[in-house]
């Protein structure tokens, strides 16, 4: 089962036409009709950069947060149909079968929509832990939610083999991990992995969950 889941360059305006001036010191800020009536020219109006102008009109984004530290347990499946979900945003998690699964992406593609859920482990034996979103494993906590969302978009994990031997430590208790879902910015700390089935991979996984909304 696969896992489940870029202007112009702006000019002054030319006013008039000079003619009649023989010297350059002549045509020095003069505009000279046929006539050879000279007249004072006004400056051309300067016209703003394309790229000033998009830097004034982009605020930056802005996160309020909304809650910290809830918890959220996953459990693998013993059959091999379904998957445990974290819904950051209804703050539940629960199983899915693979119908469930499929109608809801239906529904959420029909509509425009991101699937409505955020994280989750799966896989039979071997233990798909991971996000349909952009999610990565970052080092360290990050500074804040700006930071978070960076990290997650740059990482272009899929999902992380929980069996240990695949795993190879890099979910274990402590792991720090972005992710961006249509719930927002969640920073998830791997809380613990309990119990093991035959393959040795944990039965359940413990989540920390921090979540900010953008503004």
């Known amino acids: 089962m696969s896992a489940v889941l870029a202007l112009s360059a702006c000019g002054g305006t030319e006013i008039g036409t000079q003619n009649n001036c023989s010297t350059g010191a002549d045509c020095v800020g003069r505009d000279h009709n046929e006539a050879g009536q000279g007249r004072a020219t006004e400056p051309p109006e300067s016209s703003p950069s394309p790229s000033s102008a998009a830097s004034a009109s982009a605020a930056p984004t802005t996160y309020s947060p909304v809650y910290e530290h809830k918890t ?12 445990w979900y974290a819904d950051f945003e209804e703050r539940t998690s629960k199983y899915y079968s693979d ?42 906590k990050p500074t804040g939610p700006e930071d978070c969302a960076s990290s997650a978009q740059s990482a272009g994990l899929d999902y992380v083999n929980l069996q240990p031997d695949k795993n190879e430590g890099r979910v274990k208790p ?38 900010w909304k953008e503004d």
């Open 72 to 83: 959220f347990g996953l459990t693998l499946s013993e059959y091999c149909d379904g998957v």
């Open 99 to 140: 119908d469930d699964i499929s109608n809801m992406k239906t529904q959420a593609t029909n509509s425009g929509q991101q699937l409505p859920l955020d994280f989750y482990y799966g896989g039979c034996y071997w233990g798909a832990f991971g996000s349909d979103h952009p999610w990565g494993i970052v080092p360290s």
């Open 174 to 211: 402590g792991t720090l991990i972005c992710t961006v879902t249509d719930a927002g910015v969640a920073l998830i700390q791997v809380k613990s992995l309990r119990g093991s089935n035959s393959m040795h991979t944990p039965e359940h996984v413990d989540l920390d969950v921090t979540l």
